[in-house]
Nanobody, 123 residues
Framework: QMQLVESGGGLVQAGDSLRLSCAASGRTFSGYAMAWFRQTPGKERDFVAGISWGGASTYYSDSVKGRFTISRDNAKNTVYLQMNSLKAEDTAVYYC????????????????WGQGTQVTVSS
């Protein structure tokens, strides 16, 4: 089993920045791709960004490309999501997720999930 705990969410104004963190524990982090998803009430969980185990490969949804950056520190078993130029439409609960091997944009591919952290952007 692997446990994921997100932190860093909050209430900000449009144009501000936030950095989310996701700390993993419970088993080895080695070989696991990580991803961030977000969800608003009544909607499906949408892919935001993914990163390979070594960090060399990243992928972003079109809606956040150029504004968000995913990174990871394997020594700390932690993945980050730096969010800049936030917009009201970025308001959602943000979840980190992990799976062994490569990342996918399909949430059903992931084995472990955090509890989520709320990000609210006021316009």
């Amino acid at each position: 089993q692997m446990q994921l705990v997100e932190s860093g969410g909050g209430l900000v104004q449009a144009g501000d920045s936030l950095r989310l963190s996701c700390a993993a524990s419970g088993r080895t982090f080695s070989g696991y791709a990580m991803a961030w998803f977000r969800q608003t009430p009544g909607k499906e969980r949408d892919f935001v960004a993914g990163i390979s185990w070594g960090g060399a490969s990243t992928y972003y949804s079109d809606s956040v490309k150029g504004r968000f950056t995913i990174s990871r520190d394997n020594a700390k078993n932690t993945v980050y999501l730096q969010m800049n130029s936030l917009k009201a439409e970025d308001t959602a609960v943000y979840y980190c997720a992990t799976k062994y091997g490569v990342y996918y944009i399909d949430a059903r591919r992931y084995d472990y999930w955090g509890q989520g952290t709320q990000v609210t952007v006021s316009s």
